[in-house]
């Protein structure tokens, strides 16, 4: 969908441009909304380098888009554009909506224009096929779900599109999210190898520049694992920050929607959008207050930043294989370098219940599809059969 006079008069009157000389990535072988907060800083338009508006990260765009120079239509046809070049071979989309993205980056467009819009508002999102979006499928990436159409949205998702974001589409994940390779999908480095799991489908997305941003999941590391496999980044926020209203559960003591971006600052400013108390799920109201202007982007300016800071260390760090250990060391030395002290920890032993507790758990939600275990791969059934013993 093209729209250039829309977009003429949009740019009209913009003061800065943005630079060239960027470049691209090698080859891909119901709650109450947030309040409105201070914006924390931006880069500055005149020093955001790019020549594909799918190259910019999250707060790069934002920063363009909120001066005016890109108009949210154009970041948009740049990540369709590249997911439709290359996730032949990642396959990290399960579903994409270009009509309903358009829609909404014309909408964002109008709010930017008329000034005060959110940092989030004109951005992309991927989001992992376990938010419900209303009127569109929702699968768990498994054959189960053919066909079931989400009846409202996720608390999460509603959030971000009530502050402008625009749904790219859905991503795959493991089926129901329950292990963590998603097999399905290839890591944009190297399309052979395992994009991690079970929010894989997330972080191939973000890392093969279809989108600035991407909502995972974590129970025990889906969103972590997969964010370290595909060399992005992704926080798993205090138990209850996040709503789970309306986001297909593996163990709903234990799941965690979670914020994914290139940088651990995009995923700080999505998860800034993310966050607050929600009546659909109680737990909700026991997280910590919410920082008054978002969480945090950048770094403290000062010359300890991380100053009167503790960082437990487990003694098993000491166990990494070679390589690994010598880049946990490396990164440990920065931490000190910022005025962070370390302090060696002794991780308590894991409850011998804890993996029979998960099993049941698991089990509880999937009884409901007791007759179709054989619409499940196989890896899938048999953890699932284990929960409903």
Known sequence: MQSPVSRRSFLRGASVGAAVGATAL??????????????????????????DPAMLTALEAASLLQARTLHPVD??????RRSADYDGATNAWIRTYPELAHDQAEQAAQRLAAG???????????????YAVAGLPLTASSRVLDGNIAAGDATVWRRLR????????????????????????????KTD???????GGSAAALAARYAPLALGTDTGGSARLPASRCGV??????????????????????????AMGR??????????????????????????????????FTAPEAAKPLGGRVFGVPVAADRLPAELGRLFTEFLGVVTDLGGELREVRMPAEPEGLATGDAVELGMYH??????????????????????A
């Open 162 to 189: 009530e502050h402008g974001a625009v749904l790219l589409g859905h991503t795959h994940t493991d089926e129901f999210a329950i292990m963590t390779a998603t097999p399905q999908v290839g890591n944009p480095w």
């Open 263 to 296: 940088t651990l600052a995009d995923a700080a400013l999505l998860l800034s959008f993310m966050a607050g108390a929600d009546a659909n799920d109680p737990v909700t109201g026991t997280a910590p207050p919410l920082p008054a202007a978002g969480f945090p």
């Open 75 to 80: 970041l948009l046809d740049a990540c369709l």
């Open 26 to 51: 090698p080859g891909l072988a119901h709650g109450v909304p947030l309040p409105r907060r201070p914006a924390p800083r931006l880069p500055d338009p005149a020093t955001v380098a790019a020549t």
């Open 233 to 258: 980044s992704a926080i798993k926020p205090t138990f209850g920050r996040c709503s789970k209203y309306g986001v297909i559960p593996v163990m709903w003591t234990r799941d965690h929607p979670a």
């Open 116 to 130: 005060d819009a959110p940092l989030l508002c004109g951005l992309p999102i991927a989001v992992k096929d376990l």
């Open 367 to 388: 009884r409901q599809w007791i007759e179709q275990l054989g619409l499940f791969r196989p890896l899938s059934a048999a953890v699932v059969e284990v929960g409903l």
């Open 193 to 199: 190898d395992t994009a991690g799991g079970s929010s």
